[in-house]
């Protein structure tokens, strides 16, 4: 188990070996440089971080207290929302009492609970929505009515299976949201930043859903949204993320789509003297990441740029 005072660790899958060595060291110097960053942005942090990111093209990681478990507040919500696909598409193949993405939800009042701003503004006993338009919900706007409907659609029992099935020990649901009483009892949502990265990896490379699932799971999960990881990056770049918010605790995980230089990045932090710190200290490091993936992805292994104006 990686401890608290672990430093940053640069990881080659040696599954990937001819790729990894394509940019020979100077692509170890850029991520020399990231985890340079990385270090700096965790000391001046008034609080305590974790972190894991992985490179979708080689299988390098960066590792900074990523087996540390964390409450993932909102974040918790990707498994959420894997489970539901995971649930449709066995209800596709026949599965019986299986949720469906298609299947209906008419708005009940007895259902909101605070920070539900799609929700709370739906017609009681009128409004039809679909279990696709709650996890929309979920996503977009980390609406917890939305998420607490289909968790009971879902059942919790379930969304840990999954979890468990992908060999994530430490990521788990444990209660709805905004169940303070829950939460004062021990019974937190937890994860550690490399599991969310695993899971989002797992997602990506399509363990989990077929190409078509896995494709619609990824744009609900890339729905623009305010949120750390994607907050200084160029707004067209593509970010399936979703953040996460309590007092004391910020979090976000997602996959950056970089252009032919796909990653994916956790961080997690508690203990946040300064929240909104805290929340800049994800932004800081995504972009950095972000940089260094970006650059890779559109040079040589030399280190040159050919633009589609410059072919000299």
Not at 116 to 138: E, K, W
Request: overall charge negative; proline content about 4%.
């Amino acid at each position: 188990m990686i401890t608290m005072g672990t430093t940053l660790l640069l990881v080659a899958f040696a599954a990937a070996p001819a790729v990894a060595q394509a940019g020979g060291q100077k692509a170890d110097v850029l991520f020399g440089k990231l985890e340079a960053t990385i270090a700096h942005v965790d000391r001046e942090l008034e609080g305590v971080m974790g972190l894991a990111i992985l490179d979708l093209t080689s299988g390098r990681q960066i590792l900074h207290n990523a087996d540390e478990v964390f409450p993932t507040a909102s974040t918790i919500k990707i498994a959420v929302l894997a489970e539901l696909y995971h649930q449709s598409q066995q209800a596709a193949s026949g599965v019986a009492g299986k949720a469906r993405l298609t299947d209906l939800y008419t708005m009940n009042p007895a259902d909101l609970v605070d920070d539900s701003q799609i929700m709370a503004g739906l017609t009681p006993g009128v409004t039809r929505v679909t279990n696709r338009d709650l996890a929309a919900f979920m996503v977009a706007v980390s609406d917890n009515s939305a998420t607490n409907v289909l968790i009971d659609r879902l059942g919790t029992e379930n969304v840990n299976a999954l979890l468990e099935s992908l060999g994530l020990r430490e990521t788990r649901l444990r209660r709805k949201m905004m169940d303070i009483t829950a939460a004062r009892e021990g019974r937190e949502n937890t994860a550690t930043p490399l599991e969310l990265v695993k899971l989002l990896e797992a997602a990506y490379r399509g363990k989990m859903f077929d190409k078509a699932t896995t494709e619609d799971f990824l744009k609900i999960l890339s729905t623009r949204k305010e949120s750390p990881i994607p907050h200084l990056m160029p707004e067209d770049v593509v970010v399936a993320n979703k953040p996460g918010a309590l007092e004391g605790v910020r979090c976000d995980a997602g996959i950056v789509f970089a252009k032919d230089r796909p990653f994916v990045i956790s961080v997690m932090t508690g203990y946040d003297l300064d929240e909104r710190a805290a929340d800049g200290a994800i932004s800081r490091i995504a972009l950095a990441a972000y940089e260094c993936f970006e650059r890779l992805g559109r040079s040589s292994p030399y280190g040159r740029v050919i633009s589609p104006r410059n072919s000299r």
